[in-house]
């Protein structure tokens, strides 16, 4: 079966759905929303059927089909239970040479109803011929996450100004420019915003100067979560997929990567060059370079930007070169390692507060010197506290918190390869010694971390959806 693709004005045109069940009200209610003039036929209706009949927004052929109530519809749907009846619309409406849909039944449907994501004005319709209807449903979950909530705005506000943007770019070449600036500068940044009147003010202006403004650069500070590509948020995908410039960490996994936009150039930022970090000056001098030239920078980074990530010192860096920034946070590792390893980072019986600390650097032991140490009401989720475990759990020893104190150690969390072992505090050098630990692993101290269990937290699927939804990503940029 080949479909035609038609979008239709059905705006105070009449329209048939015979039936008076849920399916008939579904089809009377999307009906009346794109502006039909709607008429149900069935012996009795639903409670929200009837209540539109009596609120006079909708009309009612009380009996059965009868083929006189085709007569002067331009559509209609059938939407019975009863496969018969159904045929029968369908044939007499094909008489009349009035296009017929069938709900579920793809053979006798002159027309398909398809799965849309509704942009208003933009709207995507999607069908597969009534083929494999729960495979467009899964297409429509898809463009629903990766299409940006605030297209919808930016059509209307473009579709308001077509006449003048026709004007000033009279030129096609100009006014396609004229437009990217549209999807990719300050203008959509704003209605995401929720900021419509800012975004108009800069498209006229953009008018009024005539030609589309050289784009301003950005940095955007992301973060990617702690591995598994499905704990990627949305607006971390949509910011990679308008990458011009990403640099990222060494904790990105590969598989985020890959769902970035497919020409932007990367740099591995976190890689030992020569045995070194690339210094955090570096890094800035880097950002800051490339927003000057106008490109959208993407800083990507682990976990979450603000959690022992420094991107508190690159906003402020940013800020005070006035290069616009913004942040999208990431799922930090305590938070997902805690999930993926089955433990409640709080409890009421067990764990009133959290702390994030890290063990980085050799003064960083030294530091963690808060009472918050010693008490066992209060869970800890400790960073980067591989390296100097022992004179870590000596002092939380002698913070006073107690020798069995339950621990979990949480080796590539959410990864493939993650690794769940578990102990007591006093025990912990030796754990992760006996168990090789590498990093990136987290420590988690506290009553809580009893609950922790080796689960297959590495949903293939998800892994699957993924790229699936890169690929789509990509191919629709
Ligand atoms: N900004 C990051 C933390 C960066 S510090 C965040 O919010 O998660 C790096 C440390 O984070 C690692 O040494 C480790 O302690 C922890 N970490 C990050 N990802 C992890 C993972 N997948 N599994 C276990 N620990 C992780």
Redesign the pocket.
């Known amino acids: 079966m080949k479909l035609y693709p038609l979008f239709a004005d059905l705006t105070g045109l009449p329209v048939l759905v015979v039936g008076g069940g849920s399916v008939a009200y579904r089809k009377a209610e999307a009906l009346q929303a794109a502006g039909a003039r709607v008429t149900v036929g069935a012996p009795k209706l639903d409670e929200r059927l009837a209540r539109d009949v009596d609120d006079g927004t909708l009309a009612w052929r009380c009996g059965s089909f009868a083929p006189d109530w085709l007569d002067g519809m331009w559509l209609v749907i059938a939407a019975t239970d009863d496969r018969g009846l159904n045929a029968c619309v369908a044939e007499e409406a094909g008489k009349r040479r009035i296009f017929a849909n069938v709900v579920d039944d793809a053979e006798q449907s002159r027309f398909h109803v398809p799965a849309v994501v509704d942009r208003s004005p933009l709207m995507v319709a999607i069908s597969t011929a009534g083929a494999a209807p729960a495979l467009a449903r899964r297409v429509r979950e898809m463009l629903e996450r990766a299409l940006d909530n605030a297209l919808g705005t930016l059509v209307a506000l473009a579709q308001r100004h077509r006449a003048r943007i026709l004007q000033v770019h009279a030129d096609l070449a100009a006014r396609r420019a004229f437009y990217d600036w549209l999807y990719e500068g300050p203008v959509l940044s704003r209605l995401r915003r929720g900021q419509p009147q800012q975004a108009e003010r800069l498209l006229l202006d953009a008018l009024h100067a005539d030609k589309p403004r050289a784009r301003t650069g950005s940095v955007t500070l992301v973060g990617a979560g ?2 598994h590509p499905g704990l990627l948020t949305l607006q971390a995908l949509r910011a990679l997929n308008e990458a011009d410039v990403i640099l990222h960490d060494q ?1 990105v996994s590969a598989e985020i990567l890959g769902m970035a936009r497919r020409d932007a150039e990367r740099f591995d930022v976190g890689k030992r060059c020569g045995g070194r970090h690339v210094p955090q000056e570096q890094i800035h001098r880097l950002m800051l370079a490339h927003a000057r030239e106008g490109r959208r920078v993407v800083r990507l ?5 603000f ?3 420094r991107g508190g010192e690159e906003l402020a860096f940013l800020r005070h070169h006035g290069i616009p920034c913004h942040v999208v946070p ?1 799922i ?2 305590a938070v997902a ?1 805690a999930a993926f390893a089955g433990i409640p980072l709080t409890h009421r019986d067990h764990a009133q507060s959290i702390c994030l600390l890290t063990a980085h650097g050799k003064d960083a032991v030294d530091a963690l010197d808060t009472p918050a140490l010693g008490d066992a009401r209060q869970t800890l989720a400790i ?3 591989i390296e100097r475990i022992g004179s870590l759990t000596e002092r939380l020893l002698a913070h006073g918190r107690a020798a069995d104190t339950p621990v979990a150690i ?6 493939p390869q993650q690794r769940v072992i578990t102990g007591t505090l006093q025990a912990l050098p030796r754990l992760a010694q006996l168990h090789a630990v590498t ?4 420590l988690i101290i506290g009553e809580v971390a009893a609950f922790a269990q080796e689960q297959s937290g590495y949903d293939e699927r998800n892994g699957d959806g993924a790229a699936r939804l890169a690929t789509m990503e990509a191919e629709l940029t």
Do not use: H, S
Request: proline fraction near 11%; glycine fraction near 24%.
């Open positions: 702690p591995g904790l980074k682990g976990g979450d930007p959690v022992f990530g990431g930090t590792a390692c960073y980067m506290g949480i080796e590539n969390g959410t990864l990093t990136p692993a987290l």
